[in-house]
Each structure stands twice: as C-alpha cells, then as structure tokens.
C-alpha cells in the first residue's frame, strides 16, 4: 500500500525562525514526492519535488527537502520563516507501481511578527 | 502562459440539485484532473483524463458525480442530486504529457456550500 503521513495539523513560529513540516511515506515501491503549498483560496502551488536524483532538493521561496529512505521522511524546511510563509502545505507521494498520487491531509503553517 | 481556469468559484445550492463545474487546462496539457478537497483535508482525486478518455475513475461516486472532457480540452465536473457531505472545493489539475507524475497545476477551485 501507499500513504503519506503529515505528522503536525499546525505549527506555528515567529517571522525569522526556522521552518520545519514533517512528512512520513510508505511505499512499496520507490516513491517521487511532493510539497505543495495552498494559499487562502488559490490552488496548490508545486514547492520541490524528490524524483530520485540528489536527496536533497531545494526548492522555491527558499524551502527544502531532505528524502531519507531509511527514515521514510522528506521534511519539509526553510532557515528563516516570512510572514507570507503563512499557508497549507501538503505533502505527496507518487510510485509507479500503484500509478496514483496520494496527498496527505495538510499542515496549515502560521506565522507571527 | 495562462494557468488553469475554473468557474464558478462559488456556488450554493440546496440539497438534491445540481450543480456544474467547469475547468479549461494549461493549453497542450493532455492530463486532466478533478480533485475534491473537503475543508482540513487533503485533495482526493475523483477522475484523471488523458485527452478525451478517462484513466482513472475508481473514485468518483458514479451514482451522483459525472465528468466529460469531450474534445481533450476543457472537462465539466457535474454533481446530481446534491448531497450535504459534497460540500468541498473541487479542483482542477492538468499536467503536460513530458511531465513528472506528480507536477500538476492547479486551477484555484470551485467552492460548493451544499445546505
């Protein structure tokens, strides 16, 4: 089977802090994954992607990803949070032996001054 | 290049009509997704087209849900009757064939309030 855990619903940090979403998989194949973010009322918007080149991959506004296979992970981080950081993000994993993208269900990231 | 276009973006009805959606995807986007999110969940897919033919649909309640994409561009999502529990965003997606799986664009949705 396949599923992706996102293991914070919220988390909440100050404007120059760091960032860190947490992500589980489970795939019997070897996956591609995904961060996506959602922005009041606008669609997901594609942040990294994980396609089983380099493990660490970087992103866009300054976000990255580290995928560790031993740790089923591919947590999401950025070095210094800004207020228009403020969104959802979701996590997702695809394998081409079950041919279907799985979303997680989200962490809505809040950010104060 | 223009990005996926949706309408309405707001629609509410009462419970046992019907409702229609639109989407016109990224032009030469051969992939064309409809996803329901329901409020503090993830995106679920309910039908993924490749041009005029459907890939998947093992999601779609067949009993009230519909989608065509008739000539391979634009797709209509239609719900009849409504229910209470199909209150969501739909979304859609397209992908372009060159794609990663997992690369898709999103429209900004269709929010349905059924009450």
């Known amino acids: 089977a396949q599923s992706v855990t996102q293991l914070d619903s919220h988390v909440s940090v100050s404007e120059g802090t760091p960032v860190l979403l947490r992500c589980n998989y489970s795939?019997?194949?070897?996956?591609?994954l995904f961060w996506y973010v959602q922005h009041p009322n606008k669609g997901l918007q594609l942040l990294l992607k994980?396609?089983?080149?380099?493990?660490l991959v970087k992103g866009i506004n300054g976000f990255e990803a580290e995928f560790k296979k031993s740790e089923t992970s591919f947590h999401l981080t950025k070095p210094s949070a800004h207020m228009s950081d403020a969104a959802e993000y979701f996590c997702v994993v695809f394998s081409g032996g079950y041919n279907k993208l799985i979303f997680g269900a989200g962490t809505r990231l809040a950010v104060h001054p | 290049e223009a990005g996926v276009a949706q309408s309405p973006r707001y629609k509410i009805i009462e419970k046992r009509q019907s409702v229609a959606f639109w989407c016109n995807p990224i032009s030469g986007h051969a992939t064309l997704y409809w996803y329901q999110q329901i409020l503090g969940q993830g995106p679920k897919l309910l039908i993924q087209f490749q041009n005029n033919g459907v890939v998947d649909d093992s999601q779609l309640p067949k009993d009230r849900f519909s989608a065509e994409r008739l000539k391979g561009v634009d797709s209509t999502l239609k719900i009849q009757p409504a229910k209470l529990e199909d209150s969501a965003v739909y979304l859609c997606a397209s992908r372009r064939t060159s794609g990663s799986p997992g690369e898709l664009f999103f429209g900004e949705g269709s929010r349905l309030t059924v009450l």
């Open positions: 994980y396609t089983s080149a380099a493990t």
């Open positions: 795939s019997s194949y070897s996956p591609s």
